[in-house]
Nanobody, 125 residues
Framework: QVQLVESGGGLVQAGDSLRLSCAAS????????MGWFRQAPGKERDFVAAISPNGGNTYYPDSVKGRFTISRDNAKNAVYLQMNSLKPDDTAVYYC??????????????????WGQGTQVTVSS
């Protein structure tokens, strides 16, 4: 079984920055595509960022483009999400996800096979 564990969430003020981490175990991490999603209470789980196995390709929705950066360190079996200029609308539980590698960077939750437990990010105004 593959295990993903997120960390780094917390309560911050608008304009602050946070760096989320996702530690992976029990899989061939270097051959997995990775993604970040977020979900606010009563809302759908939304795509945040995706990265290819070697880190060469990334993709973001317009809502976070220019503010968030996804990266990975395959030697450490870890993926990161650097979040700058945080807004109250960014408040959500953030989830790390993994899927077998192919030529696509998937943005749909159902495309990802493995999920972490989530970490809460709360941005106050």
């Amino acid at each position: 079984q593959v295990q993903l564990v997120e960390s780094g969430g917390g309560l911050v003020q608008a304009g602050d920055s946070l760096r989320l981490s996702c530690a992976a175990s029990g899989r061939t991490f270097s051959r997995a595509s990775m993604g970040w999603f977020r979900q606010a209470p009563g809302k759908e789980r939304d795509f945040v960022a995706a990265i290819s196995p070697n880190g060469g390709n990334t993709y973001y929705p317009d809502s976070v483009k220019g503010r968030f950066t996804i990266s990975r360190d395959n030697a450490k079996n870890a993926v990161y999400l650097q979040m700058n200029s945080l807004k109250p609308d960014d408040t959500a539980v953030y989830y790390c996800a993994a899927r077998p590698a192919d030529f696509l960077l998937a943005t749909i939750p159902g495309a990802y096979e493995y999920w972490g437990q989530g970490t809460q990010v709360t941005v106050s105004s």
